[in-house]
């Protein structure tokens, strides 16, 4: 594993080569925390107790069947971590299990004449405050990407860039009915393996989908400089463009969601209310620094998008701010902490047929 520090503060440690290696790798950079992290989870005490259960035989199967390196990369995790295979696996279908993982966020998407934009509040458990990385991840003949990365998960739930241009930020969908299917971990991750923004947009929507995620994604190079709003739920996935501006916290909300029975939490009520109350009112055309004021807001009544509460009520606190300016050949990437700038790079967009060299 090799350290490359960035033009800010934080670290990123780039990792590589086959799936197993790669996870093995990311299990040995998680193991300093883990156990402490596991110990105090309350979501690890309620997705332990799926030890042994069918259902969650039917999950790896399936991963088995559609993501076969990613099943290798987290049985590689688990080696690394020194922890058992199963409950690693476990803990990466949290969101099918309980439901209501705590695993928040608020995005942000604006598309300009100039350029377009992806911004993300990632939001956790408090206790990993500080203790995240952003990784570098190189697979063997895959573009790669650079992820924030949660200790023990695979990597690509949070919010990342590729080196085919591929951006992503993920938010909690808390789907209450999941179904025998891919797990969105897994599908989230496999993301970063595509080639193209039409390629990701295929995989979310032909793949079985076991619960649900929100997708914003865009593409550096895209020729119609697209952005979407992807809700990838176990029964649908719904698409739409971005064509101004668009916000999106931890519920469904595009048409025809209501068919879907789902856990709609206070925060998430408060947070997508607010983004969509402040988001018309932000300058014309959109500044990276109005959509950056919009997530380090907090709210005068109501729960905050900026979540820094110890008693939040959602076990969440915001850990990191990703801002994306997405253009022709590549993306800027700049990360937020505490008000922030604590890294900030340029990734080349890479053809995709060379992206794993």
Known sequence: MEAVVSTQETKIVQVGGEPFEIGRQLGELARPVFADYMEQSRAWRDVRRW???AFV???????QAHCPALLDELDGMAAGLGWAAEDVFLWNCRGELIHNAPDGCTTLAAVT???RFIAHNEDGDP???DRCLLVDVRPTSKPGFVTFYYPGSLPGHTFAVNRAGVVQAINNLRIREPAVGVPRMILARAVLDKGSLDDALALLHDA????????TLGCAGDVDQRLFSVEASARRCSVQPVTNLAGHANHLIHPGCEAEAQIVTNSSRDRQRRVEALLPASSQPMQAAALLDVLHDRAPSGLPIYRDDPLDPDDENTLATALFEIGDGGVWMKV?????????TFIARVASDSAGA
């Open 51 to 53: 030890r042994g259960n």
């Open 57 to 63: 035989q039917k999950l790896r199967d399936a991963a």
């Open 113 to 115: 004449e100039r350029t």
């Open 127 to 129: 206790f990993l405050r």
């Open 208 to 215: 079985p989908r076991a619960s649900g995620f929100h997708h």
């Open 336 to 344: 937020y902490q505490q008000g922030q700038c604590t890294f900030d």
